[in-house]
């Protein structure tokens, strides 16, 4: 149904066609070799220098015992490294971070797509709806931890006094005080922000997408949900993979929520990896170990989603 | 010509001196001081900059919460070269990074030099030396009490308990009455680390609590049993806010000054709270907490001044300090940090009655060192506050957390 | 697409339902900032407000230094957003409709910044900064932010770019239009959509971003607004009720760049461009 045209400036058949006669065209061709390089120039100069460097120095860092501020640093080798299957925490935060991906991909995604799929429809006030589901993605962190940590309240929050009006008192609970709630109570309010995310990338790719096809969809009598699953869904295929991979990269490296409401308690029971990171970098001042938990984050990231991207970019005619 | 070398003699002073005075010395102070603090803080600068010309000084500051902001703006300064010459920092083992990694300087000449032991606290002094050096110079002592409700209180026919006896007593008969015993929090660990602290006073007495804190003896021991048995046993009967674990500092404020809890183990800087929340003398005052022990001791810790290695001026850097910390500086601009090291500092009584009663108690009781300033932050974070935590939630005895206390104490710098 | 009026009302309904549901934690926060701190404090978050009091929203206006945040901010932001998202559609357009030697690596080498927290990068580029005499100037976080943001913009847009038919790219061309004239007259107009999306995301993270602005801002006077906020604790506790009017200015322009920019959205410029 798509068709990508791709110009192959190294293609022989064209120069073929049109034997050079003049410079100009040669220099045209040479032009034509060049352009991609053009366009990414900006791009790959500034995130070379501000991203990829930045990186590589603290992957430097994390073969040390550097503590982040002293003149010297020794070498430790993969010290760093082999010392991150023996922390207990590590491994926690690991486990942590796997709960919270596999929670954080399912919800906010079909809620977003559900959200999507109602809004792209005309009914009075669609507009404004759409700003009410986007607004707390608005909000800094600290403000929507300070807000959830209010509702979580065991003694004075909304979702306990709630509880007890309407006669579920029994259901009340210490969700952020019990190590075993307190992950899903923070994931509560990481849904409530981001699930305005989704919704709004859906909305544009919902937005792409012709509005023949349903015509002739319905002309030929086949019902809502068939149309759902054989136009909407692959049509959303691009979109479907931005939203998901981006859900697996932000689920890994998650942070300033869990660190605002929790701080990583109680006792270490919802530290992720990019908290424990940053506990042991800044405020432990082990730089060095630090760094290699950042790796840890980055290489499971990219070994994850590297290869989804390029079988499904393939796949789409990529 | 005695005439002629004596015009060019004066001539070459006004120059020199005119050369003096435009070479400015700049000095860069960082901070932890909020808006209404640095602006305090700053008309004192001006102040200073006025008696000082020649003296720049240039205020940021970092406002926040907690230990992990203000240190990280400080650690990326120093590591990337550019370290404020003056910068506020905690005591105890929280300066210890900054003192290992040699970013800060060893102020004993100074000490020397202005006799800053004449003029200064000396358990405010003890509280900022690391290895028996001195670091920094003390702008404040700070110690916890137990703030209470005098409301409550009458509400529960409890008076102000006498002994740890009466203090648990008084918690039924609190509880009897759906009143919230003691307030505490468990998020970040610190607020219920200050009941444990007390617990452990109450248990082991001053001498063995001092040689806990500092490693020379086990904490494998019968009182640190004691003290966790104690934590569980208040969990246990309700003395504590229900899910007090997971709620925070603030919210556990909260309860207090709503008047849901009677009691809450805060510092002179909760009068300032209490004040502005409404709160009147005849609603709350504080007492010193029953430890049965002899000398009764209060929970402390200090707040100093440290001056850069990095520093290019350390010398007008300590002359400014100095100022800062002399009794008349200190009372004049009181407000800026709410507490002073300095002896005969103190707020002024008709303004702030009870701030000034707060500063007499602090000054009529020895201190005993805060745990998280007498242990490294990540000893605390991966044993203290798991223990504590895994205590309260009955997941572990007593007997194992003692254990492992003394497993984590021991491994400290391994 | 038709919605029977059956059909509308029913979802005007449930959207209102649900979106009182969702909106209550942002009603709490609107109410506390028009709380006194008293009333706050004695009576808890909860309770109905016994006081009305707009002049939060000056006191908080002066603690958090907005006139100077706002500005920064402000100027950061209107900067910073388009020049990224410029910077970034003109790196998808050969990813996404150029096939060379590079191509794919290129575009993983891009979507691998995708996997690196922000954390690691501070110190290195607080040395980095430094040594280019980049520091101290609010501009020290233009460069570092649309770093930052590549390769997020690169994987949207290119996802996007790849959904244009090549057709009409292949017609200019055969015109003797230039690759640039293309990409700027034809693609751009037809990504819309996504670039509005890409403006909203990327406003929303360069207003609220906080940590590397915490370190490479040394200086008041270049503080943006998430700083700012920072005024309204002091070690020991916080006026929560200055915090939430605080807050309150600070999303107010986030909010009406969204309303304008969701209009945009609606209009649906792809949907009548090819049939097909």
């Keep these: 149904m798509i068709t990508n045209t791709r110009i192959d400036p190294n293609d022989p058949g064209a120069a073929a066609a049109h034997p050079p006669v003049a410079t100009k065209k040669k220099w045209r061709r040479l032009l034509r070799r060049f352009t991609p390089y053009f366009f990414l120039a900006p791009a790959l100069l500034i995130y070379g220098g501000f991203v990829i460097y930045p990186m590589l120095d603290s992957l430097m860092i994390s073969f040390t015992n550097w503590d982040g501020m002293a003149e010297e640093r020794a070498f430790v080798g993969l010290a760093n490294y082999s010392r991150i299957f023996d922390d207990p925490v590590a491994i926690l935060a690991l486990k942590n971070n796997l709960i919270w991906t596999v929670v954080m991909l399912a919800v906010p995604t079909a809620l977003g797509l559900l959200l999507a799929l109602g809004l792209n429809r005309s009914f009075k006030g669609k507009n404004l709806f759409r700003s009410f589901f986007y607004a707390p993605a608005i909000l800094p962190l600290v403000g929507v931890a300070g807000i959830w940590a209010w509702m979580f309240d065991p003694n004075v929050g909304l979702i306990n006094t709630t509880l007890n009006l309407i006669g579920l008192g029994s259901f009340a609970h210490q969700w952020l005080g019990d190590p075993n709630t307190a992950l899903y109570a923070v994931m509560v309010a990481g849904i409530w922000q981001g699930l305005g995310f989704p919704m709004v990338l859906y909305l544009a790719g919902l937005q792409g997408i012709p509005a023949d096809q349903y015509e002739a969809a319905r002309i030929d009598g086949a019902k809502p949900l068939k149309q759902f699953w054989h136009i909407t869904m692959p049509w959303l295929r691009e979109t479907h993979i931005i939203v998901i991979t981006l859900g697996v990269i932000a689920s890994f490296k998650v942070f300033d929520l869990i660190y605002s409401m929790t701080y990583g308690g109680p006792g270490q029971a919802t530290q992720v990896l990019a908290s424990w990171m940053y506990f042991q970098t800044f405020q432990f001042f082990h730089a060095g170990y630090g760094s290699a938990l950042t790796w840890l984050i980055a290489l499971i990231l990219m070994v994850v989603t590297i290869p989804y991207i390029r079988i499904t970019s393939r796949r789409s005619g990529g | 010509m005695k005439k002629t070398l004596l015009r060019i003699t004066a001539l070459a002073a006004t120059l ?151 203090l648990e007593a008084a918690c039924e008969k609190l509880k009897a009455q759906q009143i919230t015993c003691v307030s505490a929090a468990g998020t970040f660990g610190w607020h219920v680390m200050r009941l444990f602290d007390f617990f452990l006073e109450h248990t082991a007495g001053p001498e063995m609590h001092d040689q806990l804190l500092t490693g020379k003896t086990s904490w494998d021991r019968p009182e640190v049993v004691q003290a966790f048995a104690l934590l569980k046993k208040w969990t246990a009967n309700g003395w504590l806010p ?65 001056i850069a290695k990095q520093s290019k001026n350390p010398d007008a850097a300590a002359e400014f300090v100095n100022w800062w910390l002399q009794p008349a500086t200190q009372n004049k601009y009181y407000s800026v940090n709410g507490s002073s090291a300095t002896k005969d500092a103190a707020p002024d009584a008709a303004k702030n009655p009870q701030g000034a009663t707060y500063v007499k108690m602090i000054a009529a009781n020895p201190t005993y060192m805060i745990m998280d300033q007498a242990f490294p932050p990540e000893m605390m974070s991966t044993t203290y506050y798991r223990l504590q935590s895994a205590v309260a939630a009955g997941q572990t005895t007593p007997e194992a957390a003692a254990k492992e206390m003394q497993a984590g104490v021991a491994g400290i710098g391994k | 697409m038709k919605t029977s009026r059956k059909n509308a009302r029913l979802l005007t309904a449930s959207f209102t339902v649900m979106s009182v549901m969702f909106l209550i934690p942002i009603a709490v926060l609107v109410m506390t900032a028009v709380r006194t701190d008293a009333d706050f404090l004695s009576n808890g978050v909860f309770s109905i407000p016994r006081s009305f009091n707009l002049h939060n929203f000056v006191e908080a206006w002066s603690i958090a230094n907005f006139s100077t945040t706002y500005t920064n901010s402000a100027m950061l932001t209107l900067v910073k957003v388009p020049l990224g998202l410029i910077i970034s559609a003109l790196a998808a357009y050969p990813l996404a409709k150029m096939k060379f030697r590079f191509d794919s690596a290129i575009f993983l080498f891009f979507v691998a910044g995708l996997a690196i927290p922000i954390h690691v990068a501070l110190l290195p580029l607080f040395v980095f900064e430094r040594k280019l005499n980049l520091l101290g100037s609010l501009w020290a976080l233009l460069l570092p932010y649309i770093a930052f943001g590549i390769p997020f913009q690169v994987f949207v847009l290119r996802g996007f770019m790849k959904l244009i038919p090549g ?110």
């Excluded at chain 2, 404020?253 to 002179?268: H, N, S, T, V, Y």
């Excluded at chain 3, 309150?248 to 309303?259: D, H, Q, R, S, T």
């Design chain 3, 167 to 276: 057709e009409l790219m292949e017609a200019a061309r055969i015109d003797g239009a230039s690759e640039f004239r293309i990409f700027w007259k034809i693609m751009l107009p037809l990504i819309a959509p996504a670039l509005a999306t890409l403006a909203i995301i990327d406003a929303v993270a360069t207003w609220n971003e906080f940590l590397m602005a915490l370190v490479l801002l040394p200086s008041a006077e270049t503080h943006t607004l998430p700083l700012g906020l920072l005024n309204f604790f002091n070690q020991f506790s916080g006026s929560y009720t200055l915090l939430s009017a605080g807050l309150v200015i600070g999303v107010f322009p986030l909010l009406v760049v969204y309303v304008m920019l969701q209009r945009y959205l609606v209009s649906g410029l792809t949907g009548g461009a090819v049939k097909g």
């Design chain 2, 242 to 306: 229900s899910g007090y674990m997971g709620i925070s500092p603030d919210q556990a404020q909260q309860l207090f000054l709503q008047g849901k809890a009677a009691m809450i183990l805060e510092g002179d800087w909760f009068v300032t709270n209490s004040n502005a929340a409404g709160l009147t003398p005849e609603q709350y005052g504080f007492f010193v907490p029953p430890t049965d022990k002899t000398p009764a001791r209060l929970e402390g810790f200090a707040e100093q001044f440290m």
């Design chain 2, 16 to 166: 020199l001196a005119a050369g003096l005075a435009q070479a400015e010395t700049k000095l860069d102070v960082l901070t932890w001081f909020s808006a209404d603090q640095a602006k305090t803080f700053q008309a004192a600068i001006t102040e200073y900059e006025a008696a000082h010309p020649g003296v720049k000084i240039k205020l940021n500051t970092v406002a926040g919460t907690g230990a992990a902001t203000f240190p990280n703006v400080l650690r990326t300064r120093i590591a990337g070269g550019q370290a404020p010459d003056i910068f506020t920092m905690w005591g105890g083992s929280l300066a210890g990074p900054f003192v290992d990694s040699k970013a800060a300087l060893d102020l004993a000449p100074y000490y020397k030099k202005y006799s800053w032991d004449a003029i200064l606290l000396p358990s405010a002094v003890n509280a900022v030396k690391r290895n028996g050096t001195t670091w920094g110079a003390p702008i404040d002592l700070r110690a916890v009490s137990f703030f209470y409700r005098k409301d409550n209180f009458k509400k529960a026919g409890v008076a102000v308990p006498a002994s740890f006896a009466e």
